[in-house]
Antibody, heavy 121, light 108 residues
Framework: QVLLQESGPGLVKPSETLSLTCAVS????????WGWIRQSPGKGLEWIGY???????NYNPSLKSRVVISVDTSNNHFSLKLSSVTAADTAVYYC???????????????WGQGTLVTVSS | EIVLTQSPGTLSLSPGERATLSCRAS???????LAWYQQKPGQAPRLLIY???SRATGIPDRFSGSGSGTDFTLNISRLEPEDFAVYYC?????????FGQGTRLEIK
């Protein structure tokens, strides 16, 4: 059974970089796809990006200039960095495993419990 | 990007009734790459349906999905108390991956 757990600061100042980590248990991040999604009252659920250790990284074009997803295989976790944050980046951030059909992009299962990040000075 | 519009915004029903939730896409969703999720307060979304009509592991058979092209439906045949939640659709046929705004299913 794959389990995911997000961690990181709950408060980030405007213009700084948001950094979160997702720890994976019950599965290896060197296999399959893994992604980040966020949820805010204003914008609902928004896909941020995903990666495959053996293939590609894909980011939402609306965030691409500010996002980096990286992987730490020694600890079986992956990370999200979102730079130059504003109040609009305040959201619950989820990590999730990505699944796909033939030739498709990803749907997500399971999800971590989520972590609230507030952008405020 | 593909915009998903869910209706109704809120659906008020009683346990035992049938629920029908709609998800309409702004353009055709290729190969029915549409998923449905359930979210309860304070919890992460849970996958219910993928490929428009395939139930995820452990999902009761009272949940069913249908549709193709731009019109998709999630049906819950006999509502149980634990089914009252918010439901989201998601398309994964075209980048960027997008979600609907959700339908809140509340107890009447």
């Amino acid at each position: 059974q794959v389990l995911l757990q997000e961690s990181g600061p709950g408060l980030v100042k405007p213009s700084e970089t948001l950094s979160l980590t997702c720890a994976v248990s019950g599965g290896s991040i060197t296999s399959g796809y893994w992604g980040w999604i966020r949820q805010s009252p204003g914008k609902g659920l928004e896909w941020i990006g995903y990666f495959s250790y053996t293939a590609t990284t894909n980011y939402n074009p609306s965030l691409k200039s500010r996002v980096v997803i990286s992987v730490d295989t020694s600890n079986n976790h992956f990370s999200l960095k979102l730079s130059s944050v504003t109040a609009a980046d305040t959201a619950v951030y989820y990590c999730a495993r990505g699944l796909y059909g033939s030739g498709s992009y990803l749907y997500f299962d399971p999800w971590g419990q989520g972590t609230l990040v507030t952008v405020s000075s | 990007e593909i915009v998903l519009t869910q209706s109704p915004g809120t659906l008020s029903l009683s346990p035992g009734e049938r629920a029908t939730l709609s998800c309409r896409a702004s353009q055709s969703v290729s190969s029915s790459y549409l998923a449905w999720y359930q979210q309860k307060p304070g919890q992460a979304p849970r996958l219910l349906i993928y490929g428009a009509s395939s139930r995820a592991t452990g999902i009761p058979d009272r949940f069913s999905g249908s549709g193709s092209g731009t019109d998709f439906t999630l049906n819950i045949s006999r509502l149980e108390p634990e089914d009252f939640a918010v439901y989201y659709c998601q398309q994964y046929g075209k980048s960027p991956i997008t979600f609907g705004q959700g339908t809140r299913l509340e107890i009447k």
